[in-house]
């Protein structure tokens, strides 16, 4: 989220929502989104699983379709003019023939289907339509299939490499496969629903979860089905949640009106109703159909097969009877004995779960393994923009659970309302996990508020965006919440601290990584722990050690934002030693660390990288404190006489120049007892930029500070040699010479491709960015 929503705190639930967790959310900034290119935001957004891309459609029917590639920053956008009311990004992941082209199923005006391909390449976004079909050419396959209708309503439930299930009517399943060039559409199938003849009308909302089909009723019914073959799998009736509530509560239950929207955890073992009443009911399924098995209407019947045991084993040995009730439905543990009770015992305290063998899922019978939208949801990890691989590595484990658990004794119904004391315009369930449920809501003024529920302790966590938002759809099993504003992609993470999510994100992920998050959202820096430094260390990640040393850097008081003399006004000398004193062990490590390099040639470049981070460090933190204290009292000279130490020890690896220079120098200045340079013919007629870029390029830069010595150059210094160098690096690329930039850089002991990707990052200047993103592959 932005600088000015990263302040926001978590909002209390309140009202009737009793003892709500005030819990710690964090809002972060992902992608920077020019408001240009948002438009008004309209109802509805999904990234794509696999593709680095973000389809969202605005309030007058278009769709934006932004590429977070990196380099393109949000800047690779096309809008397609519609207006559609639905569209979704096709699932290729089980494909046989993947593509780097993304595509997406749209619906537009008249119950029209348009195909879109779209070209991300180089962060660019463009445009594609493969095939249209209009509502009367699809009504026309389901009347081929001998089903009469007019065309009144169609909903996109999925869209599977090339082929898409309809949901047509609210009564009708159509099946269909798109041809790859200007071959005719293909139906798979086509069949009508067993809904009760009074319920089509009332047919409210729907989902399609892993082959099986949600049917929601205003009539307070849901119908569940299997979309393969169209069988009527079960139904469950809310009318009973009033029931169970009251008997478990001994008390008349609050009334829930009637039913919009209902939301299906992905395994399959909650879903989460809303009502008009701004309530929302969770249903454990498991439970319900244990309590109500008559409402699970199809059951797989075993085959009655000949059971024949492993060869060589006894038909009377347990492991023949073990082997044998696995081709039965039930679970039975055969081997009674103590010894294999206390190894059932030894494996449920290893695995940390509780193992109820005999409580199978629900919809064990249910499930084809062959269909396609039944197949492995495991989380796709996109690698766009900011690396949310890293961002998922920071955050909390909220989001497994095993199916086991749900056989605990408990209540199947758990109901969530709204404080009275708000009267939301929008409220939605957004997704659910077995466990948790997140929800959006709208009150007045464009206030909007995200909730997450937990279905276990009935604790709820809120905060409120005070803006227009947009959940984003991710899909998969990770409850991630993405939410689209008009400054961008956002997610909002729940249970975690900025600090606690930045030092996960430092060990797992990468500075670079830290510092563009820390500048998107304007925060200011964390404390980092050591074992970041040393994760750095062991990686050879300079990035991250020179972020650890930069967070360490205000030792007069870590915590304060004041300005540098101020603290010097307030600060205390013991705290400074104590700083000091903590900062040792870390200190220690870089020393070991440098030491240990600097002794094996291929790591002497990494060493003196290393070495003159830490040199810098504590040479500045000794400027600082002599700049401002014109007396150093018992603890300050202890703390400075520990930072001395460092420096002598360092000072032992710091690299050596010869005074006489066996090959660059031809003789002495008498006077300034300096000597010559040997290009110093040559440099005498060239401008300071043009002798620092010669000698950058040709490794001569010790030579160049020798020669800026003799005319008392600022460029003597390293630090300026240098500054004056990435200048040199910024021109070489507003001219497209990427080849002398980059060597430059590479003289200059900066990693290439890290340093290009931060200018682009940074840069105001287009066709520098525009430049560099093109060029791909060198970033």
């Known amino acids: 989220m932005a600088a000015e929503e990263g302040a926001a705190s978590a909002a209390s639930a309140g009202g009737s929502w009793g003892a709500a967790a005030m819990g710690r959310v964090l809002p972060m900034l992902l992608v920077p989104v020019p408001a240009e290119a948002m438009g008004q935001l309209g109802s509805r957004a999904q990234l794509h699983t696999q593709q680095e891309a973000l389809g969202s459609l605005t309030a007058a029917g278009s769709l934006q379709v932004l590429s977070l590639a990196p380099g393109s920053r949000g800047r690779g956008r096309c809008c397609l003019e519609g207006p559609f009311w639905h569209f979704i990004w096709e699932d290729s992941r089980n494909s046989s023939t993947p593509t780097d082209k993304p595509k997406l199923l749209a619906l537009g005006e008249n119950y029209e289907l348009l195909i879109y391909e779209f070209n991300l390449k180089d962060g660019r976004c463009d445009a594609a339509i493969l095939c249209s079909y209009s509502g009367e050419a699809l009504q026309k396959l389901i009347e081929d299939q001998d089903i009469s209708i007019s065309l009144l309503s169609l909903r996109i439930l999925s869209f599977h490499n090339n082929t898409s299930l309809l949901f047509i009517n609210k009564c009708i399943i159509l099946h269909i496969i798109f041809p790859e060039r200007d071959a005719a559409i293909r139906v798979l199938n086509c069949f009508k629903l067993p809904l009760p003849a009074q319920a089509v009308d009332m047919i409210i909302d729907t989902q399609l979860c892993r082959g099986i089909l949600f049917v929601l009723s205003s009539l307070g019914w849901i119908y569940i089905f299997d979309v393969v073959d169209g069988t009527y799998v079960a139904h469950v009736d809310l009318a009973l949640h009033e029931e169970d509530m009251c008997n478990e509560q001994q008390q008349?239950?609050?009334?829930?009106?009637?039913?919009?929207?209902?939301?299906?955890?992905?395994?399959?073992?909650?879903?989460?109703?809303?009502?008009?009443?701004?309530?929302?009911?969770?249903?454990?399924?498991?439970?319900?159909?244990?309590?109500?098995?008559?409402?699970?209407?199809?059951?797989?019947?075993?085959?009655?097969?000949?059971?024949?045991?492993?060869?060589?084993?006894?038909?009377?040995?347990?492991?023949?009877?073990?082997?044998?009730?696995?081709?039965?439905?039930?679970?039975?543990?055969?081997?009674?004995?103590?010894?294999?009770?206390?190894?059932?015992?030894?494996?449920?305290?290893?695995?940390?779960?509780?193992?109820?063998?005999?409580?199978?899922?629900?919809?064990?019978?249910?499930?084809?393994?062959?269909?396609?939208?039944?197949?492995?949801?495991?989380?796709?990890?996109?690698?766009?923009?900011?690396?949310?691989?890293?961002?998922?590595?920071?955050?909390?484990?909220?989001?497994?659970?095993?199916?086991?658990?749900?056989?605990?004794?408990?209540?199947?119904?758990?109901?969530?309302?709204?404080?009275?004391?708000?009267?939301?315009?929008?409220?939605?369930?957004?997704?659910?996990?077995?466990?948790?449920?997140?929800?959006?809501?709208?009150?007045?003024?464009?206030?909007?508020?995200?909730?997450?529920?937990?279905?276990?302790?009935?604790?709820?966590?809120?905060?409120?965006?005070?803006?227009?938002?947009?959940?984003?759809?991710?899909?998969?099993?990770?409850?991630?919440?993405?939410?689209?504003?008009?400054?961008?992609?956002?997610?909002?993470?729940?249970?975690?601290?900025?600090?606690?999510?930045?030092?996960?994100?430092?060990?797992?992920?990468?500075?670079?990584?830290?510092?563009?998050?820390?500048?998107?959202?304007?925060?200011?820096?964390?404390?980092?722990?050591?074992?970041?430094?040393?994760?750095?260390?062991e990686n050879r990640q300079l990035d991250t050690v020179n972020f650890f040393l930069k967070s360490k850097e205000n030792l007069f008081n870590p915590s304060s934002k004041s300005s540098v003399s101020d603290q010097f006004d307030h600060f205390s000398s013991h705290l400074y030693l104590r700083n000091v004193e903590e900062l040792m062990p870390a200190l220690d490590l870089l020393c070991s660390a440098i030491r240990e390099s600097y002794s094996e040639p291929q790591s002497k470049h990494f060493s003196e990288q290393l070495l003159n981070l830490t040199l810098s460090f504590l040479n500045n933190q000794i400027k600082e404190l002599f700049i401002h204290t014109e007396e150093l009292d018992e603890h300050l000279q202890k703390g400075v006489n520990i930072l001395t130490s460092y420096i002598n020890e360092l000072r032992t690896f710091m690299i050596k120049f010869p005074w006489k220079l066996t090959d660059a120098v031809d003789e002495y200045d008498v006077h300034e007892n300096v000597p010559t340079v040997k290009e110093s013919n040559i440099w005498k007629k060239l401008s300071f930029e043009e002798v620092i870029a010669n000698a950058i390029l040709n490794n001569r830069i010790p030579e160049a500070q020798t020669f800026f010595r003799i005319d008392s150059h600022s460029a003597q210094k390293l630090e300026e040699l240098i500054g004056i160098g990435l200048n040199l690096v910024f021109d070489n690329l507003k001219k497209n010479n990427i080849k002398e930039a980059s060597e430059l850089l590479k003289n200059m002991g900066f990693d290439v491709k890290d340093q290009l990707l931060k200018i682009c990052f940074y840069t105001t200047d287009k066709n520098i960015r525009d430049f560099l993103v093109g060029k791909g592959e060198t970033m």
């Open 252 to 537: 008349e239950p609050a009334k829930i009106s009637s039913f919009t929207s209902l939301k299906v955890s992905q395994d399959l073992d909650v879903v989460v109703i809303v009502s008009s009443s701004n309530s929302a009911i969770a249903l454990n399924l498991n439970l319900y159909f244990r309590q109500h098995p008559g409402h699970l209407l199809c059951e797989r019947t075993l085959e009655d097969l000949p059971i024949q045991g492993p060869k060589g084993i006894d038909e009377d040995d347990p492991v023949n009877s073990a082997y044998n009730m696995k081709l039965t439905k039930f679970s039975f543990q055969i081997d009674r004995s103590w010894k294999a009770q206390l190894s059932s015992l030894n494996e449920t305290i290893k695995n940390s779960k509780l193992e109820v063998s005999c409580c199978a899922p629900w919809f064990q019978d249910i499930l084809h393994s062959e269909s396609p939208e039944s197949g492995n949801h495991s989380t796709s990890v996109q690698s766009w923009a900011l690396i949310p691989q890293d961002i998922m590595h920071g955050q909390y484990n909220f989001l497994r659970k095993d199916h086991t658990k749900t056989s605990n004794p408990g209540r199947s119904w758990k109901i969530m309302h709204i404080s009275e004391q708000e009267e939301p315009i929008d409220f939605k369930c957004v997704s659910v996990t077995g466990f948790t449920a997140l929800f959006t809501w709208e009150v007045e003024r464009m206030d909007y508020t995200i909730t997450l529920w937990d279905l276990e302790n009935q604790g709820m966590q809120c905060f409120s965006l005070g803006r227009k938002c947009i959940p984003v759809d991710s899909s998969g099993e990770q409850q991630l919440c993405f939410v689209l504003t008009e400054k961008g992609l956002s997610l909002i993470l729940f249970g975690l601290t900025q600090e606690e999510f930045l030092n996960r994100l430092m060990i797992h992920g990468s500075a670079s990584t830290v510092d563009i998050l820390c500048h998107l959202n304007g925060w200011g820096r964390c404390s980092i722990p050591i074992h970041a430094l040393e994760a750095g260390i």
